[in-house]
């Protein structure tokens, strides 16, 4: 299974950006598919994650309202809007799916990390 991020860039505040992730390889079944980001000196983070089971979407408190997050089931990929961005959301951007394949089961995947840079 291969994530490949794409996106991303610097923009001002107040700005947007999309970023794009699409899922290759064997994707049997995707139990969740979403976006975390991670800045100098802190842990990785939760952005937005769509949930297979009961297509539950979830959402950092901090983007609430500003980014949206969309997936598209046949392409295998997700998108997240960011809109209204603020330099504290600068940080690299990491695409993850939790994929089951027959001959892992559930295993979490990663893609490259992409950065995002918000100026004042």
């Known amino acids: 299974v291969q994530l490949q991020a794409s996106g991303g860039g610097l923009v001002q505040a107040g700005g947007s950006l999309r970023l794009s992730c699409a899922a290759s390889?064997?994707?049997?079944?995707?139990?969740?598919i979403g976006w975390y980001r991670q800045d100098a000196g802190n842990q990785r983070e939760l952005v937005a994650i769509?949930?297979?089971?009961?297509?539950?979407?979830k959402y950092a408190d901090s983007v609430k309202g500003r980014f949206t997050i969309s997936r598209d089931n046949v392409r295998n990929t997700v998108t997240l809007q960011m809109n209204s961005l603020r330099p504290e959301d600068t940080a690299v951007y990491y695409c993850?799916?939790?994929?089951?394949?027959?001959?892992?089961?559930?295993?979490?995947?990663w893609g490259q990390g992409t950065l995002v840079t918000v100026s004042s």
């Open positions: 390889g064997s994707t049997f079944h995707i139990n969740s």
């Open positions: 769509d949930i297979t089971t009961g297509n539950n979407v």
């Open positions: 993850n799916a939790n994929i089951w394949t027959p001959a892992r089961g559930s295993q979490d995947y």
